[in-house]
């Protein structure tokens, strides 16, 4: 199966868990990560607003709230802008419907940042990913200022497989996160 194909079906699968469903497995996730020492001890996050499914991060954001800063992408052009948010500050519509922080009036660059929560519809256990196909995180990835920065794949177990088809462009994540574990890639 391609890319194409699998993208289709699991987002298809994906639809299919109910608000409940969502809701419980988003929790069990971020109580996988809220137990991670790399996440403990990230201060400033890269995180992301959750649409179509995803892993919701609410619960870490009202959690966490004050004690981290998270940083939220815009989808600028074909490239990814980093706006930091504070708990309790306005979210405004973006593009594809994906909540962005209201005020963009500060951009962070890789340089200020402990870790990278990378949104997933797949993962593989070389830590290969499959995203919704715009290549935002591909390309992030290639950028040499990101290259230190830890990233971790965020995905529901539903979304693990063996071995996921991978392009020439595709990075492999160094760690993935399921509601279930935390899985270490060994060649990382
Ligand atoms: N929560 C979240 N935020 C994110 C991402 C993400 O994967 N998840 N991104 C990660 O890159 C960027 C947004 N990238 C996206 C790329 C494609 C589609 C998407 O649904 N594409 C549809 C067509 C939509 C349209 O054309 O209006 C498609 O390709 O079928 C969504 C987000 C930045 N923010
Ligand atoms: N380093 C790069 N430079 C330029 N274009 C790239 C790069 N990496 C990927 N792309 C382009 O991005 C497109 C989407 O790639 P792919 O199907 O792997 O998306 P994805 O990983 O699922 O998406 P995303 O990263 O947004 O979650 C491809 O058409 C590819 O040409």
Same mark, same amino acid.
Request: glycine letters at 6%.
């Given at each position: 199966m391609d890319k194409a194909q699998l993208r289709a079906q699991l987002l298809q699968e994906r639809r299919q868990l109910s608000e409940a469903q969502w809701q419980q497995q988003s929790l069990e996730l971020c109580a996988q990560l809220q137990q991670w020492s790399v996440f403990q001890q990230a201060s400033r996050i890269c995180a992301y607003c959750s649409t179509q &499914?995803? /892993?919701?991060?609410q619960p870490l954001f009202d959690r966490l709230g004050k004690a981290k800063v998270w940083v939220l992408p815009r989808c600028v052009q074909k490239s990814l802008v980093w706006h930091p948010w504070q708990w309790g500050q306005p979210l405004t519509t973006g593009a594809y419907g994906i909540k962005v922080p209201a005020d963009q009036t500060e951009i962070w660059s890789?340089?200020?940042?402990d870790l990278l929560l990378v949104p997933c519809l797949a993962g593989d256990r070389q830590g290969y990913r499959l995203g919704y196909g715009g290549g935002y995180y591909d390309r992030l990835f290639a950028d040499p200022l990101w290259r230190a920065v830890p990233k971790v794949g965020i995905l529901f $177990? /539903?979304?693990? &497989? $063996?071995k996921l088809p991978h392009d020439p462009w595709d990075m492999p994540l160094q760690t993935l996160v399921t509601e279930k574990q935390i899985i270490q890639i060994e060649s990382c």
């Open positions: &499914r995803e /892993a919701d991060l890789p340089n200020t940042v $177990e /539903a979304g693990l &497989r $063996e």
